[in-house]
């Protein structure tokens, strides 16, 4: 069965950090990008970050640059998303995703094909 795992999700303060894991079971996840998204309640979904299969090609959308990283360990079939400095406009549920497009802008996260997605985390930023 092929699935896509969201973890690390939860409660943290103005300030705090949260690493999110995205466990991919069923099928390799070496070859494909990987990719994270998030929506907040009333809000469109919005592409964050992705980093490519080859050459660890990364893109970050502007909210969170420089305060996010995201990385992948494809022995262990999972994508990392690591959250500093976290505010409270990150409070949203997260999703990764999986794809066969190269990332080459941001435009990935409007246009790329898609495979897999998972079923979300949350992420609450909160004092």
């Known amino acids: 069965q092929v699935q896509l795992v969201e973890s690390g999700g939860g409660l943290v303060q103005p300030g705090g950090s949260l690493r999110l894991s995205c466990a991919a079971s069923?099928?390799?996840?070496?070859?494909?990008?990987v990719g994270w998204f998030r929506q907040a309640p009333g809000k469109e979904r919005e592409g964050i970050s992705c980093?490519?299969?080859?050459?660890?090609?990364?893109i970050y959308a502007d909210s969170v640059k420089g305060r996010f990283t995201i990385s992948r360990n494809n022995d262990k079939n999972t994508g990392y998303l690591q959250m500093n400095n976290l505010k409270p406009e990150d409070t949203a549920v997260y999703y990764c995703?999986?794809?066969?497009?190269?990332?080459?802008?941001?435009?990935?996260?409007?246009?790329?094909?898609?495979?897999?997605w998972g079923q979300g985390t949350q992420v609450t930023v909160s004092s």
């Open positions: 995703v999986t794809s066969s497009t190269y990332p080459r802008s941001r435009e990935w996260f409007a246009w790329a094909n898609i495979d897999y």
């Open positions: 069923g099928f390799t996840l070496r070859y494909s990008a």
């Open positions: 980093i490519s299969s080859s050459d660890g090609t990364t």
